[in-house]
């Protein structure tokens, strides 16, 4: 065969698929797509070879190959455990089964894909066999026929999820108790029930080459600022990982300051917390099979308000509000100032105290700082042990740690007394903090300030205080400063800060997250002006 | 980052500003030059400090937009403007040094004897440095946070020490004021109140500039309502010779106090005061440095000179002096008159130039009529 006759068989060729797949249908052929070259071939064979090539070595994806009585082969694909199988039996196949008896060759392609007669609802035309494989991955089922490109996709997952349970870690004693789950579309339904309104929006991005997770942000449009929620899509754009197994993946991508122990986004497992931070003007983050869901911005006091808040009298959660604060600064300081304290200014300490701290620290070989820092140690490990070991045995393992290896530490003169106390009240402080990550960074700077009141005593301690207070100044969450509305100071959000002031009272919303305000139009208690029964 | 100080922020960095520095290091020297005419003396000084601040406001008013130092040589001339910035940067480094000394001396001697004095200093400055980086609106936003605790702390420690003042004493603040005594008083307060001049070389940084004289009464009349909850019951506890020779007599008043059983003494608490107050003050006296070099210097941003400005002004403050009394002295000598021709002369002769060539050049602006 002679080259010219070989380049005028190429241009045939071309011409020819050319031809056939613009006649076969309408739709131009995605530019650039993997599969280009077998989308637009109507021969089940070929594409049903593509597929498995693609699903080489994956022993869970069942192909289901059948012929209709008009002839056509058909074939739907799924992932075993992912889709309910009955439905498949029940509603694709025998369906269309059934549906097609009697019909002609043509007709059967009116029937799937003009028609729309199957039983399945929730089903989609596409021609791109990249958009099947990705179907088929999410949880849904793909159906192929014989002589036309056209694919149908049917979202019938039905994978086992856990079911809903209490929050664990952020329970309450009056509030709702149910908490998100790993399924997004349950957690979204949550959302829904609690907010009916239409200006709840909820968008939806893939993030993860690999894992291809689905990322939801949600929040309530005319509320949230909508340079907050371009911002929060802009960073969340410049992902590019391999998987997204957690939220938490996202949060060290998004958040401004990367080498901050602080943490610059809040996470919560509560339907009702998540609607509330929308409620202010804030934005929530949920990923596909992560039971928590992340909320921008941030700021220090939001940390330390707990749902219970909310839910509990105002006077007794401004109380709570008060001790959290104080033992913020206990879990914080408390070692610091007893080794600053008992090292460079004794003389503060009365003297009937004075002598008891001595008589107990007479036999103690180590430094204060020393002592501190073994029990601390010592604590943290518990902790760790606590959380890691079965639930079975964590409660002897605490015990043991706490009570015998504390008391025989004493006996022993390894440690003093008042060391244990002090330890053991700033363990109880760091649970204190409502927010996880939150506690543990305070638990983190405890051991900095520990070295400085070791070396410099009080002066030490201010010092690791006020190094800590500037980075916090200087820290920002999308935007907004850290320790708003404290500093910059913002009289009128004191009313849910340092206090949580009755509902009645709170007309306006954080005037530092949203720019529409009015959060009740007025005074909801006005009827006891009416009636005159405020009294 | 410009335009964010608002002006409760100056307000509280102010406050700290001048009440931490009477009260806690110039209260021995008040009561020496001043005796019972001190409180006299530091309501006369406050006062005139604010009279005489106000050309300062005017400058910066003229272009609240821009800083003194690109603009400052359009009015004087390039080579006096220079002249002016470089004493500036001169007096905020005597400034920074003194206080930090101040400081150093205060923790070496009553509780961290023994310590090096250079790795007191260096923590300090560590934090200094930290902040002046920052910028100018986190030094502001620091003081802001502070203020009402610091303020509040003040503002009861001299009622705890209520049962050791003698309250007949009270009468003589009226019948022995003395017209001699009252003007050293007055020279050190008003160069003290006077700092807060140095604000109309950061003018760009703040939020509401037609506010701000405004602020200077305000903080002036609160931080005088401070100082006076002080030094009076300073003057009834010891007297005036006492007081004149204590070193700390403030720290002297918090030690008589007894509060029960829980505390023995409060003045270690009074470190944690003095200090963060101390610390807004050498931070925000560091960044006009570095501030005012920057813009000599032509450079965009000012963290480049952040490190060098704070170890200079922390090698410079153990150098300054061998002995608290020598020090004492550089600060009558040495630090007060440059301070008081950085904070009140230049404005004044930016001022006068300025509203001289305001007319002149309308004029040459105008079109010819003829």
Known sequence: MTIWSRLYRGIHSIHKASKSSASSSNEQPPVGSRSNHVSYNPSLKVRLDWIKAQFNDCFDVIYRQFVLTTGHSCAVIYIKGMINQDTIQEFIIKSLLNETAGLTHDNVYELLFEDNSLSVSQNQIITDLDKGLSAILDAGALLLIDGDIRMLTFAISAYPTRSISEAPNESVIRGPREAFIEDLDTNITFLRRRIKNKDLKIESMIIGQKSQTKIVLAYVNGICKPELIQEVKKRLSYIEVDGVLGTSYLEEVIEDNPYSPFPQLQYTERPDVACASMLEGRITIFADGTPTSLIAPVTLPILMQAAEDYYQRYTAATWIRWIRYFFLFVSLLLPSLYIAITTFHPEMIPSQLLITLAASREVVPFPAFLEAVMMELAFEALREASVRIPKSIGQSVSIIGALIIGTAAVQAGIVSAAMVIIVSLTGIASFIIPHYDLGLTIRLLRFPIMFFASLFGLYGVACGVILIYIHLINLKSFGLPYLSPITPFVKDEMKDTFVRAPWWSMLRRPLHLTRNDTRQKNNSRRWSQQTGEQE | ?370
């Not at chain 2, 021995?28 to 001043?34: N, R």
């Not at chain 2, 009402?148 to 004021?177: C, G, K, N, R, W």
């Not at chain 2, 006068?352 to 105008?366: D, E, L, T, W, Y």
Request: glycine share 4%; aromatic share 14%; hydrophobic share 55%.
């Open chain 2, 1 to 370: 980052m410009l335009k964010s100080v608002t002006s409760s922020q100056i307000f509280s960095l102010f406050n700290l500003y001048i009440f931490t520095t009477v009260i806690a290091f110039l209260a021995g020297a008040l009561i020496s030059g001043s005796n019972y005419s001190t409180p006299v003396a530091t309501l006369i000084g406050s006062f005139l400090a604010l009279l005489m601040m106000y050309p300062s406001y005017r400058v910066g008013m003229s272009r609240p937009d821009q800083f003194l130092s690109d603009y400052g040589r359009e009015i004087v001339g390039s080579t006096l403007h220079t002249i002016f910035i470089i004493l500036i940067v001169i007096a905020n480094f005597a400034l920074a040094a003194v206080n930090l000394r101040n400081l150093s001396d205060f923790l070496l001697m009553e509780y961290l004897v023994g310590t090096p004095s250079w790795s007191v200093i260096l923590l300090f400055c560590i934090c200094v440095a930290y902040a002046v980086r920052s910028g100018l609106p986190t030094i502001f936003r620091v003081a802001q946070g502070i203020f009402i605790i610091t303020a509040i702390v003040f503002f009861v420690i001299p009622f705890l020490s209520a049962a050791e003042i003698e309250q007949d004493m009270l009468i003589a603040l009226i019948t022995h004021l003395n017209f001699k005594h009252l003007g050293v008083g007055t020279y050190i307060t008003t160069a003290v109140f006077g700092e807060l001049a140095f604000i109309y070389l950061v003018f760009p940084y703040l939020h509401a500039p037609g506010k701000l004289y405004k602020t200077f009464f305000t903080t002036t009349i609160s931080s005088l309502f401070l100082i006076f909850t002080h030094l009076i019951p300073i003057l009834l506890a010891f007297g005036p010779d006492l007081a004149a020779n204590l070193t700390y007599p403030d720290m002297e008043l918090i030690r008589f106090i007894r509060n029960g059983s829980f505390f023995e003494t409060l003045d270690p608490i009074l470190i944690i005061l003095w200090l963060t107050s101390l610390f807004v003050k050498i931070a925000f006296t560091i960044f006009i440095i570095v501030s005012c070099l920057s813009q000599l210097t032509k450079t965009k941003d000012h963290k480049p000179f952040t490190l060098s400005v704070t170890a200079f002004a922390a090698v410079l403050s153990l150098t300054i002096a061998r002995s608290q009394p020598e020090l004492n002295e550089y600060i009558m000598v040495g630090a007060l008159p440059i301070l008081l021709i950085t904070e009140f002369i230049i404005p004044w002769i930016y001022w006068i130039v300025g509203a001289f060539r305001s007319p002149k050049r309308a004029s040459n602006n105008q079109p010819n009529k003829t």
